[in-house]
């Protein structure tokens, strides 16, 4: 039979097992054979629940609760089991007792959340939050003899939103976008200081040199008492150095240095926390912070946690104050190196207008003198010289405007003016050329209803700088000028049917040196200054510019000024002469877009223009944008005997060369359509102009301008200034090595044979070789003249030609050598039939020579004496010894191969081989001589060859069979053989090749 304590306790608990062992008839409760029914009914509920629940009865508050209860109460279990309340929670029962005589005294439950309570349960007074629920408990006649408490401890949501807080509080205050460093770190410690809680005080220290600074603490009073101002190498005060080194350090006995009253109770603080500040430089924090630990909460990972991410937080905002400052320096270094540079260009502007002077004067004179004439050749030169120093005289006048207005010194010497007709005169100077374009120019300026002032050399150019624009991106159609009267402003409007502009190109049109990207135009030069000189002069005379456009359409700018800003005191000053300069030149300058100067004929047949040991005359295309520069560049190249043609951009180019290939091109970096550089970059990706000589001519001077351009495949790169000899020279050398490189040194067509790459298909050598001696292989198809990579250099190509034993009937090559290989070309096992035998006694051996790796159909090739040969394929690459050059490798490898119709498993095998062994090139080989790694590919009698070498020595070099899992995945697809000297180390590997490689 059950006892009742057994029935009553029971339930497997571990709390309910200790109650049923407790001698209770020792308690105020008594045997509990003797509990009423309520009670038992009420210890039920208690044991029954997983929430913590607390059961107080009778007078003295004995304790009856389950094992959830026993966890929130620590070290007071199991003592506190039929224990008077007020004597196991005493610290806290100034809290607690007035809730729990409202419950008995009323008869009505109550709801505290996060109620705040002093607990010892852990060996120090603790900080801790209950969110607890009193309710009445009552016996068997229904008097309220005790309560129900339910609680859960919510100490640790409490402390961390309190402590999220201050973090929060920290990215607020220490933002450092308005602050010095200083400043911040007294803002940051101002902060700390009011979430005392959980930092009793803090100090934060900042390196400076090979020290660290006290820049700010809380408590300024007592702290900085006691804390250092400046720690030097090896002080150990407060753990500040070690903490400077990168390691967090605690730091004890902080009561015996100071006396703090700290945490919820006010308690004196006895431990702090060093920590570093951390840095970009793991090894150098920016500094170290001290802060104070809460006696009311142990220093546990939670509180680690938290005091590191506040470290951070300091960090990032003193590094955003250093960051904000530097960015305030440097913004004042470049306010100071702009005024510089608007004084430099202002005075060196003036310094230009001597010596433009004193070249406009006598060239205008040379041209104006009739009673000594030039002769016509002289007068073209002079004139072109002429235009191009009143241009520059127009872009020296532009950038003295527009350093004026940056430094704020432009001023507007307003006059009366008819400002209807002189904008119509204006818009008249620019008709001819408009015409000239094959466009429409129509001025609407009707009498304006009230007289108005402004400056008219600033409306010169305003008017001045739209029109221009306009022509400049206008083809067809019309461009209208029209000035209105408004009631609250007048608006100067230039309209054209242009190319229009990109709604994202909007908001930057009027920034200084912007450039719309790609934009079709007569011309790619200028400042890109104009249109916003048109903004700040609009401003200066108090009005403003807007446009609006759309893409294929055109655009519309409209200048508006206030008719307040129109209504002004006078400066008469202004010459009247001085007005229509500007137009007039930027019409010139204009008219040089439109057509081409005349082209002088060339020079006799036969001179300097014809290549060595040939008699025919070569071909010139020439690309720029610049008439006057098309025009000098024909005239200083057909004086050497050679044909030249021009184009005015990169597109018009590309037609010319499809439609008849020239032997050189000539071409400026910066044009309209399509650029120097794409140009190149466009004739390089095709295989029938890649061997076309380009000479790219730049006013980009500098190695990263000639750089770029021999990198796309230039030829030669040129930087203008140039003296004509050195143009001529560059261009012969060009020519001539162009020609050294062709296959045939003749032709049929008496004209020089242009590079390989643009020779027209099938194009046949105007001689055979010679009977006597060896016939080298050739192509039947188009092949290319060297392997390239996209990163690796070719080292070079060479096809091996022998001679075989077997007899044959031809003594010379003739076409039907090849008759008997199939339509595509042979297979691999044709082409590579086995290693050459030794030619028969006192006949000649084909020798050896450089050609490029067959893309097309490889034919078979007789010598004299009737031998077939057999061919061995050969090349290498050089790659940069960087791990991103393996994936170029591959693609090498694999094209080659693939070419040759090598079986895709053999090409597989042969990759994964050559990716370990060039991986370890790059990984192992230690101090280089040279900062690259070669591959060579020999494909012939019936083997793929593969070698790979660096120029360093090997780290932890062992056996080349037993290098790691490279060395075992290299012999698992070949034979892998290791050569290691002083210069470095050459790994080989040979893979056979199978007879269903056809």
Request: proline share 7%; charged share 25%.
């Given at each position: 039979?059950?006892?009742?304590?057994?029935?009553?306790?029971?339930?497997?608990?571990?709390?309910?097992?200790?109650?049923?062992?407790?001698?209770?008839?020792?308690?105020?409760?008594?045997?509990?054979?003797?509990?009423?029914?309520?009670?038992?009914?009420?210890?039920?509920?208690?044991?029954?629940?997983?929430?913590?629940?607390?059961?107080?009865?009778?007078?003295?508050?004995?304790?009856?609760?389950?094992?959830?209860?026993?966890?929130?109460?620590?070290?007071?279990?199991?003592?506190?089991?039929?224990?008077?309340?007020?004597?196991?929670?005493?610290?806290?029962?100034?809290?607690?007792?007035?809730?729990?005589?409202?419950?008995?005294?009323?008869?009505?439950?109550?709801?505290?959340?996060?109620?705040?309570?002093?607990?010892?349960?852990?060996?120090?007074?603790?900080?801790?939050?209950?969110?607890?629920?009193?309710?009445?408990?009552?016996?068997?006649?229904?008097?309220?003899?005790?309560?129900?408490?339910?609680?859960?401890?919510?100490?640790?949501?409490?402390?961390?939103?309190?402590?999220?807080?201050?973090?929060?509080?920290?990215?607020?205050?220490?933002?450092?976008?308005?602050?010095?460093?200083?400043?911040?770190?007294?803002?940051?410690?101002?902060?700390?200081?009011?979430?005392?809680?959980?930092?009793?005080?803090?100090?934060?220290?900042?390196?400076?040199?090979?020290?660290?600074?006290?820049?700010?603490?809380?408590?300024?009073?007592?702290?900085?008492?006691?804390?250092?101002?400046?720690?030097?190498?090896?002080?150990?005060?407060?753990?500040?150095?070690?903490?400077?080194?990168?390691?967090?350090?605690?730091?004890?006995?902080?009561?015996?240095?100071?006396?703090?009253?700290?945490?919820?109770?006010?308690?004196?603080?006895?431990?702090?926390?060093?920590?570093?500040?951390?840095?970009?430089?793991?090894?150098?924090?920016?500094?170290?912070?001290?802060?104070?630990?809460?006696?009311?909460?142990?220093?546990?990972?939670?509180?680690?946690?938290?005091?590191?991410?506040?470290?951070?937080?300091?960090?990032?905002?003193?590094?955003?104050?250093?960051?904000?400052?530097?960015?305030?320096?440097?913004?004042?270094?470049?306010?100071?190196?702009?005024?510089?540079?608007?004084?430099?260009?202002?005075?060196?502007?003036?310094?230009?207008?001597?010596?433009?002077?004193?070249?406009?004067?006598?060239?205008?004179?040379?041209?104006?003198?009739?009673?000594?004439?030039?002769?016509?050749?002289?007068?073209?030169?002079?004139?072109?010289?002429?235009?191009?120093?009143?241009?520059?005289?127009?872009?020296?006048?532009?950038?003295?405007?527009?350093?004026?207005?940056?430094?704020?010194?432009?001023?507007?010497?307003?006059?009366?003016?008819?400002?209807?007709?002189?904008?119509?005169?204006?818009?008249?100077?620019?008709?001819?050329?408009?015409?000239?374009?094959?466009?429409?120019?129509?001025?609407?300026?009707?009498?304006?209803?009230?007289?108005?002032?402004?400056?008219?050399?600033?409306?010169?150019?305003?008017?001045?700088?739209?029109?221009?624009?306009?022509?400049?991106?206008?083809?067809?159609?019309?461009?209208?000028?029209?000035?209105?009267?408004?009631?609250?402003?007048?608006?100067?409007?230039?309209?054209?049917?242009?190319?229009?502009?990109?709604?994202?190109?909007?908001?930057?049109?009027?920034?200084?040196?912007?450039?719309?990207?790609?934009?079709?135009?007569?011309?790619?030069?200028?400042?890109?200054?104009?249109?916003?000189?048109?903004?700040?002069?609009?401003?200066?005379?108090?009005?403003?510019?807007?446009?609006?456009?759309?893409?294929?359409?055109?655009?519309?700018?409209?200048?508006?000024?206030?008719?307040?800003?129109?209504?002004?005191?006078?400066?008469?000053?202004?010459?009247?002469?001085?007005?229509?300069?500007?137009?007039?030149?930027?019409?010139?300058?204009?008219?040089?877009?439109?057509?081409?100067?005349?082209?002088?004929?060339?020079?006799?047949?036969?001179?300097?223009?014809?290549?060595?040991?040939?008699?025919?005359?070569?071909?010139?295309?020439?690309?720029?944008?610049?008439?006057?520069?098309?025009?000098?560049?024909?005239?200083?190249?057909?004086?050497?005997?050679?044909?030249?043609?021009?184009?005015?951009?990169?597109?018009?180019?590309?037609?010319?060369?499809?439609?008849?290939?020239p032997d050189l091109v000539l071409t400026d970096v910066m044009m309209p359509e399509l650029d120097g550089f794409a140009l190149v970059r466009t004739l390089r990706g095709k295989p029938d102009t890649r061997a076309l000589p380009v000479v790219v001519l730049s006013a980009r001077a500098g190695a990263d301008a000639a750089v770029e351009g021999l990198d796309l495949g230039a030829d030669d790169y040129v930087v203008k200034p140039f003296t004509a000899a050195d143009l001529v020279a560059r261009v012969?050398?060009?020519?001539?090595?162009?020609?050294?490189?062709?296959?045939?040194?003749?032709?049929?067509?008496?004209?020089?044979?242009?590079?390989?790459?643009?020779?027209?298909?099938?194009?046949?050598?105007?001689?055979?070789?010679?009977?006597?001696?060896?016939?080298?292989?050739?192509?039947?198809?188009?092949?290319?003249?060297?392997?390239?990579?996209?990163?690796?250099?070719?080292?070079?190509?060479?096809?091996?030609?022998?001679?075989?034993?077997?007899?044959?009937?031809?003594?010379?090559?003739?076409?039907?050598?090849?008759?008997?290989?199939?339509?595509?070309?042979?297979?691999?096992?044709?082409?590579?039939?086995?290693?050459?035998?030794?030619?028969?006694?006192?006949?000649?051996?084909?020798?050896?020579?450089?050609?490029?790796?067959?893309?097309?159909?490889?034919?078979?090739?007789?010598?004299?004496?009737?031998?077939?040969?057999?061919?061995?394929?050969?090349?290498?690459?050089?790659?940069?010894?960087?791990?991103?050059?393996?994936?170029?490798?591959?693609?090498?490898?694999?094209?080659?191969?693939?070419?040759?119709?090598?079986?895709?498993?053999?090409?597989?095998?042969?990759?994964?081989?050559?990716?370990?062994?060039?991986?370890?090139?790059?990984?192992?080989?230690?101090?280089?001589?040279?900062?690259?790694?070669?591959?060579?590919?020999?494909?012939?009698?019936?083997?793929?060859?593969?070698?790979?070498?660096?120029?360093?020595?090997?780290?932890?070099?062992?056996?080349?069979?037993?290098?790691?899992?490279?060395?075992?995945?290299?012999?698992?697809?070949?034979?892998?053989?290791?050569?290691?000297?002083?210069?470095?180390?050459?790994?080989?590997?040979?893979?056979?090749?199978?007879?269903?490689?056809?």
């Open positions: 039979m059950t006892s009742p304590t057994a029935e009553l306790f029971g339930g497997g608990s571990a709390t309910g097992r200790l109650m049923a062992r407790l001698d209770w008839a020792a308690t105020p409760l008594g045997p509990v054979q003797s509990w009423p029914q309520s009670l038992r009914a009420a210890v039920r509920i208690v044991l029954s629940s997983r929430y913590p629940m607390l059961l107080l009865w009778g007078e003295q508050f004995t304790q009856l609760y389950n094992d959830a209860y026993s966890a929130l109460i620590g070290d007071k279990h199991p003592e506190a089991l039929g224990d008077d309340v007020r004597t196991t929670l005493a610290e806290g029962w100034d809290v607690l007792a007035p809730l729990i005589h409202d419950a008995m005294a009323t008869g009505v439950a109550s709801w505290v959340p996060a109620l705040q309570l002093l607990l010892d349960r852990s060996g120090y007074r603790e900080e801790a939050y209950f969110s607890v629920s009193h309710a009445p408990a009552r016996d068997d006649d229904g008097r309220t003899v005790g309560v129900f408490t339910v609680c859960s401890e919510v100490t640790e949501q409490v402390v961390g939103e309190r402590r999220l807080g201050l973090l929060r509080d920290l990215s607020v205050r220490g933002d450092g976008r308005t602050v010095d460093v200083a400043s911040t770190c007294a803002r940051l410690v101002e902060a700390i200081g009011g979430h005392r809680l959980d930092v009793p005080f803090a100090a934060i220290y900042l390196r400076e040199g090979t020290a660290l600074h006290r820049l700010a603490c809380t408590g300024d009073g007592p702290m900085a008492a006691v804390l250092p101002d400046v720690v030097v190498d090896g002080d150990p005060a407060w753990g500040l150095w070690a903490a400077g080194g990168g390691a967090t350090t605690e730091v004890q006995g902080v009561a015996q240095r100071m006396t703090l009253p700290a945490g919820a109770f006010d308690e004196p603080t006895a431990t702090a926390v060093a920590l570093p500040l951390p840095s970009a430089e793991a090894d150098q924090p920016l500094g170290v912070l001290v802060a104070g630990v809460s006696p009311s909460r142990a220093l546990d990972e939670a509180y680690r946690s938290f005091f590191h991410l506040l470290a951070q937080q300091v960090a990032v905002a003193v590094r955003n104050a250093r960051a904000y400052e530097e960015e305030r320096r440097r913004a004042e270094a470049l306010a100071e190196l702009d005024r510089v540079k608007t004084s430099f260009f202002t005075n060196v502007s003036h310094e230009f207008r001597t010596p433009l002077t004193l070249m406009l004067g006598p060239l205008t004179d040379a041209l104006a003198d009739e009673r000594h004439p030039l002769p016509p050749e002289q007068r073209e030169r002079v004139d072109t010289a002429r235009r191009n120093a009143t241009r520059l005289l127009t872009l020296v006048n532009s950038l003295l405007t527009f350093s004026s207005l940056e430094a704020g010194r432009a001023r507007s010497r307003a006059q009366q003016v008819d400002l209807p007709e002189l904008t119509a005169e204006l818009a008249g100077v620019f008709r001819s050329a408009m015409e000239r374009a094959g466009l429409r120019l129509e001025v609407d300026c009707p009498p304006l209803p009230r007289p108005v002032a402004l400056d008219p050399a600033n409306w010169e150019r305003i008017v001045t700088n739209l029109l221009s624009n306009a022509l400049k991106h206008t083809f067809v159609g019309r461009i209208s000028v029209g000035l209105h009267a408004h009631p609250t402003e007048l608006r100067l409007t230039v309209a054209d049917t242009g190319i229009g502009i990109a709604e994202q190109e909007m908001p930057q049109l009027f920034e200084r040196f912007h450039r719309v990207d790609g934009a079709r135009s007569r011309s790619h030069e200028g400042t890109g200054i104009g249109l916003a000189l048109v903004g700040e002069l609009a401003r200066l005379e108090g009005g403003d510019v807007r446009v609006d456009s759309r893409v294929g359409r055109g655009s519309t700018f409209t200048v508006a000024l206030p008719w307040s800003a129109l209504h002004r005191g006078t400066d008469d000053t202004v010459a009247a002469s001085d007005l229509g300069d500007t137009a007039r030149a930027a019409v010139q300058e204009a008219s040089g877009w439109l057509v081409d100067p005349v082209r002088p004929e060339p020079g006799e047949e036969g001179s300097a223009g014809t290549l060595p040991d040939d008699g025919r005359r070569v071909r010139i295309l020439v690309a720029d944008d610049n008439a006057d520069m098309r025009a000098y560049l024909a005239r200083l190249l057909t004086a050497q005997g050679w044909r030249v043609d021009t184009v005015g951009d990169g597109r018009q180019a590309l037609d010319a060369i499809r439609r008849d290939p012969r050398a060009t020519l001539e090595g162009a020609r050294r490189r062709l296959r045939t040194p003749d032709a049929e067509d008496g004209r020089p044979e242009p590079p390989r790459s643009i020779r027209p298909t099938g194009a046949a050598s105007s001689s055979a070789p010679p009977a006597t001696g060896p016939v080298e292989a050739s192509s039947g198809g188009t092949a290319p003249d060297s392997v390239r990579s996209s990163t690796g250099t070719a080292e070079g190509t060479s096809a091996e030609v022998a001679a075989d034993p077997a007899p044959a009937a031809a003594s010379t090559a003739d076409p039907a050598a090849s008759e008997g290989a199939p339509a595509g070309g042979p297979s691999l096992s044709g082409l590579v039939a086995g290693p050459p035998a030794p030619a028969a006694p006192g006949q000649p051996v084909a020798g050896t020579r450089r050609t490029a790796v067959p893309a097309g159909p490889f034919t078979t090739v007789r010598v004299p004496n009737g031998h077939e040969t057999a061919s061995v394929v050969e090349t290498g690459w050089s790659y940069p010894s960087e791990a991103t050059s393996a994936s170029t490798m591959r693609r090498d490898v694999r094209s080659l191969l693939e070419a040759l119709r090598v079986h895709p498993d053999v090409v597989q095998d042969l990759l994964v081989a050559a990716s370990e062994a060039f991986n370890n090139a790059v990984e192992h080989a230690q101090q280089p001589t040279r900062p690259e790694v070669r591959v060579g590919l020999q494909v012939g009698a019936g083997t793929a060859r593969l070698t790979v070498r660096d120029f360093g020595t090997w780290r932890d070099r062992r056996s080349a069979m037993d290098r790691g899992r490279g060395a075992t995945l290299m012999n698992g697809f070949g034979d892998v053989r290791l050569m290691s000297t002083a210069s470095g180390t050459t790994v080989t590997i040979e893979r056979r090749l199978t007879d269903d490689q056809g």
